[in-house]
């Protein structure tokens, strides 16, 4: 799947922030430290995306925008959080992490609720309040790309059906 033209897109608008980030498509959000790299997915985990939603919404957002943005901000969050955290709180949180499966209601909330998950997803949550405007610009702006990686997946999956009949 190309996603070149999107990870441009989100590339400028961080970097036009002032966010020294980079950004890529994966199998899953994240953020590697050693990069400065923000990593989206298209496959947003149904039970954790709206756990997390609900889980900010909860803890001071304002209005729902959605899994995917949410997402890619909290991991933008852990690039201007790192250093907020003592090594034993980042330790904590490793080990912790560890344990949990994401299986159950319980396990994503103590996942939000890990020091530097909670400082991130805290960040995001005060960027999308302080920035509905520029974020609503930005998603016309990629929802048209977005649609188009979507409708090759869909081909792509069909085409996969198709072949397997």
């Not at 980030?21 to 899953?28: A, G, I, M, T, W």
Request: hydrophobic share 35%.
């Amino acid at each position: 799947m190309d996603t070149k033209i999107l990870d441009e897109k989100l590339e400028k608008f961080f970097n036009n922030e002032g966010f020294d980030v980079r950004v890529s498509s994966n199998k899953d959000f994240a953020y590697e430290y050693a990069t400065s790299t923000v990593y989206y997915s298209f496959l947003v985990p149904k039970m954790g995306g709206e756990l997390h939603k609900k889980y900010a919404l909860a803890h001071g957002l304002e209005y729902d925008c959605g899994s995917f943005f949410l997402g890619l901000l909290h991991e933008v969050g852990h690039h201007f959080t790192l250093d907020d955290l003592e090594e034993d709180e980042e330790e904590y949180c490793m080990e912790t992490k560890k344990k949990l499966h994401g299986e159950s209601v319980e396990d994503n909330f103590i996942y939000f609720d890990l020091p530097d998950e909670k400082l991130a997803t805290e960040w995001a949550i005060n960027y999308i309040n302080k920035n509905k405007a520029k974020l609503f610009k930005l998603a016309i702006e990629i929802q048209p790309i977005i649609n188009n990686i979507y409708s090759k997946l869909e081909t792509v999956r069909t085409k996969r059906k198709f072949l397997s009949c």
